[in-house]
């Protein structure tokens, strides 16, 4: 007879689906509120005008894509001025560290989009189907009318808010109302229907069904956050010198906790904040308010489960290791806890690193120029020597006028005396210099033409500077570029 292969265990496992019960608090009210501003935030912010001038977009916060800008108020950043978004995403992210090693995870368990979406998706999902319980019979029931009706208006609303989610974030590239419009009348075009049935359907997905998998497992910052915490940190935890041994309410020598489960069935990612710190806890801090409901039924103190540092933790532990389960223990546990400590090197560190990166870009926001001038010397050929031995070299001049309205300057090239400036199609001032007219809010192009004449002798290369003069004489815009001559 055959031997028989032993059964390979699987490497894989369903998802338990999970079903956060509603809870009512402090920690939740807070949540509420961050989550009606920052919603609030985003639908409303691209609803803003700001009156810019004629012919300029009056949409307060555009990135316009079809002319290179982007528009916050009273702000307007070209391409070349990138490194402002980028000096703004080093504040967000030394921000965020700063702020998870003072709070914990208080960025995953507030203000993440997938935690302020997916908990508007299940506040429509126990609008429409209840709360825990009864979405769980919900589900166990066989599929009829009324499943069918609950289930069908319970993703017609998810799916209201996805399209709503992803229309806003289009709105963020497009004319808002202009948007709008095109949308009923079909003159929206390929690209933009692309972009908002992308943020719609992943919307949709990643509130809707993946939830807390995307804390879990798609997003990487559960995996280094920890290096930026320390004993001084904030984290929701519970406080096992108080409620251990667990037991029911009226029994003896038993801890604080009851057992119930509360903590448990309320958390978004279905974990028991109970067994210490985990990866899967966002910080959220519902746990808080469900204890503090049951801790109030029992007239207890309130506080098993809270916000705490590990420091703290580590000393009431300490304080009360050798003594009986009663409420002395949690008098001397109180007791033993110390203030956190605010200042400390790693916090100094994230506020210095924000101070000097706010003031670098403060310091080139405030001088950023109104004008810029660039040169480019034509390398082919690299001069040209005109029929009575001149030499000439030629130049693309580009302005780029940052105003939006029409300004006139005269171009002066600094080098060695007797080199004669022509700049094709421009009118010339009283003193005989070249003006040249920018465009509002745009960028201009000239021809000039360097001219050294046959008795000025000059090396093969010399450095020349071109300027930009304004009415008043000021010097608004200077480039350096070189006059090439044959080798002598």
Known sequence: MGTVEPEQPSLYADR?????????????????????????????????????????????????????????????????EVYFLTGILVLAAIGLFAATSLFGRVWCGFTCPQTVWT?????VERRIEGDRNARMKLDAQPMSARKFRLKAAKHAAWLFIAAATGGAW??????????VRDIFTGGVSLQAWFFFALFTATTYVLAGFAREQVCTYMCPWPRFQGAMLDDQSYVVTYRPWRGEPRGKAKADNVGDCVDCAACVHVCPTGIDIRD???LECIGCGLCVDACNDIMRKLHRPEGLIAFETLSNLAASTAATQSMPACAARVDVGMQARRVPKLIRSRTVLYAAVLGLVTAIMLVAFLMRENVSLSVLRDRAPLF??????????AYTIKLSNKEREVVR?????????????????AEQDAQGRPLLTTRPDGITEWRVLLTAPPRLALGQSVPVTFRLMDASGRVAARHESVFLGPER
């Open 276 to 278: 210490g710190q985990q």
């Open 119 to 123: 908990d508007l998706f299940m506040w």
């Open 16 to 80: 338990p689906r999970i079903y956060p019960r509603a809870v009512s608090g402090r920690v939740r009210r807070v949540k509420w509120a961050v989550l009606c501003l920052l919603l609030g935030i985003y639908y409303l912010v691209p609803w803003l005008r700001w009156d810019r001038g004629p012919g300029a977009p009056d949409q307060a916060v555009l990135v316009d894509m079809g002319h290179a800008r982007l528009f916050f108020f009273w702000i307007e950043l070209w391409p070349q």
């Open 384 to 393: 040209v020597r005109l029929s009575d031995g001149g030499i000439r070299n």
């Open 170 to 179: 289009i709105m963020y590239f497009v004319d808002a109302p202009s948007f």
């Open 409 to 425: 300057y005269a171009l002066v090239a600094d080098g060695p005396a007797g080199l004669q400036l022509v700049v094709q199609s």
